[in-house]
């Protein structure tokens, strides 16, 4: 580090630069922060802390990073384990800033969509560090920022699609696209307003399910012709100071656009591998900066078909938590905060299987746990979520076995064997 006539040079101004300094010797990347609440500390925001995140902070805070949770409602995941939390509206963009502002975190790392991106990249403009990058998060907030940059500008292979304002196009649109076809919000979660319209005639209902699921104030619809695939995969993608690596290849089952199952490894030939990889190196190359993506792709007869990306951890990758000596969450936190990554091993094939909650409550236990982890290499997470919607993920059982196949078995068995109990208040 170099100091001119105008820095301070006291022992505290001299550290923190240091603190700050990325200093390679030998081909070795040196990183040093101080502990966290303290003037040396690493800050990382977390805009989203549902049970992604909260996994994302645990990694973080093993390597002593201090972190802040933010949310739109109180007591989220992520907030259980942070050092401190914000509730705010984050798509309000000068809530955003001010929240920001007022913490001035070196790392800013979005968990979900619905997000004032242009303020994030205003912010970005001026100093502030987003994860990956601001223009990511801007891009793939919304489906139709990604699929025309997929589409139009990178010329990936992809489903047909349209787009459509109000009723009368989303009509004209699954004309054009024929049935069935796949009708979502430009911007949900968790499958939230997707739905199959399979004959003309469901247009209505498809139009009014994505306007009831959407987040933002957007009314806007993507329109997707149906695609015949033979199973569907996410490639969780890491960019970091080592290049880009790719996970063993994760399968899923998604019901009503929200993911059920998941296990790792999929099998693949080395002809699909070769061309997912592809896509998955092309899109995140694209989109820059480091940290995790997933990388959701279609493996068809014709080939491997881009669906989405997000610049984060997925759900579906959850199952790594038990399958890989390194989990999505902490593959995230090492390339976001510079540290090289030699590769990612597999250690264990492995299932994941979800709790999903069937009324809306805020009194309610989670049963079952003694029974699940009575199962041989089974674990299970508990979100802590402090209330239950129709179809929300409560909890994730995780299963190992040599075989793909017992791993799923049992990690369906652990799941069902988990239950949401309400409980009546007088």
């Excluded at 100091?3 to 006291?10: A, R």
């Excluded at 329109?223 to 015949?228: C, I, T």
């Amino acid at each position: 580090m170099v100091l001119d006539e105008h820095q301070e040079t006291t022992p505290s101004a001299i550290l923190q630069g240091i603190m700050q300094c990325k200093k390679m010797d030998k081909g070795v990347l040196f990183i040093m922060w101080g502990a966290p609440n303290s003037r040396q500390a690493k800050k990382m925001m977390m805009l989203g802390s549902g049970e992604l995140g909260k996994e994302v902070v645990i990694e973080a805070q093993r390597l002593g990073v201090e972190c802040i949770a933010v949310d739109r409602y109180p007591d989220a995941p992520a907030m259980q384990v942070a050092h401190r939390s914000h509730v705010i509206d984050m798509l309000d963009g000068a809530e955003l800033r001010r929240v920001i502002e007022s913490e001035k975190p070196d790392l800013i790392v979005p968990e979900i969509e619905a997000i004032a991106t242009e303020e994030l990249v205003r912010l970005e403009q001026e100093g502030y560090h987003v994860v990956p990058t601001a223009t990511a998060a801007r891009l793939t907030m919304d489906r139709e920022g990604i699929r025309r940059l997929a589409a139009e500008t990178l010329g990936l292979p992809t489903a047909a699609y349209r787009f459509a304002d109000n009723l009368e196009q989303l009509k004209e649109a699954v004309a054009e696209l024929g049935t069935p076809c796949v009708v979502k919000p430009l911007m949900s979660s968790s499958g939230k307003g997707q739905s199959v319209c399979r004959t003309p005639e469901d247009a209505d209902a498809c139009w009014n399910a994505a306007l009831e699921g959407a987040r933002g104030k957007s009314v806007r619809v993507i329109v997707e012709a149906f695609v015949h695939f033979e199973s569907e995969i996410t490639l969780l993608t890491v960019r970091s100071a080592s290049g880009t690596l790719f996970c063993p290849p994760i399968g899923h089952i998604q019901r009503d656009g929200d993911y059920v199952e998941s296990w790792q490894p999929h099998h693949m030939t080395a002809e699909q591998l070769e061309q997912a990889q592809q896509i998955a190196g092309t899109i995140t190359g694209h989109l820059g900066g480091y940290g995790l993506f997933g990388v959701e792709l279609f493996l068809t007869v014709d080939g491997v078909v881009f669906s989405e990306v997000s610049p984060r951890p997925h759900d579906t990758g959850m199952v790594t938590m038990i399958t890989q000596d390194l989990s999505e969450f902490a593959l995230h936190v090492r390339a976001i905060l510079g540290f090289e990554i030699p590769g990612v091993h597999l250690l264990t094939p492995g299932a994941s299987a979800t709790l999903k909650a069937a009324k809306a409550s805020t009194d309610f236990v989670v049963s079952g746990l003694d029974e699940a982890l009575k199962l041989p290499r089974t674990q299970v997470r508990v979100f802590g979520k402090p209330e239950t919607k129709p179809g929300r993920r409560m909890a994730v059982a995780l299963s190992a076995d040599e075989s793909v196949e017992i791993a799923r078995k049992r990690a369906v068995q652990a799941a069902a064997l988990l239950k949401e109990e309400y409980v009546h208040v007088d």
